[in-house]
């Protein structure tokens, strides 16, 4: 099991900054890749950055040159920067953790998720 602490959410207005963290604990060996989903009221959740173990990243076409993937040098631990932020990037976000299996299958692992509002 993998367990996800989330923090950084908030309310905060267009053109303005918030900083998410997401600490993985548990059994985080066979992890490839960590990342941030989001959620609107409505909508599905999409992905909005993901980073792999190897450092590779990947960004929502929305919020490209305005989000930022990073993680520590552990690797237990991933935070996103985001910038220029948007009324339309309100949403709860989810901190995802996507582990390998003996068996070589996937698991996906979710924390609670924080809820990042911005004003207009």
């Known amino acids: 099991q993998v367990q996800l602490v989330e923090s950084g959410g908030g309310l905060v207005q267009a053109g303005g900054s918030l900083r998410l963290s997401c600490a993985a604990s548990?059994?985080?060996?066979?992890?490839?890749?960590m990342g941030w989903y989001r959620q609107a009221p409505g909508k599905q959740r999409e992905l909005v950055a993901r980073?792999?173990?190897?450092?590779?990243?990947d960004y929502a076409d929305s919020v490209k040159g305005r989000f930022t993937i990073s993680r520590d040098n552990v690797g237990n631990t991933v935070y996103l920067q985001m910038n220029s932020l948007k009324p339309e990037d309100t949403a709860v976000y989810y901190c995802?953790?996507?582990?390998?299996?003996?068996?070589?299958?996937?698991?996906?692992?979710w924390g609670q998720g924080t809820q990042v509002t911005v004003s207009s």
């Open positions: 995802n953790a996507r582990r390998r299996t003996v068996v070589d299958t996937f698991v996906d692992y």
């Open positions: 548990g059994s985080i060996f066979r992890i490839i890749a």
């Open positions: 980073i792999t173990t190897g450092g590779t990243t």
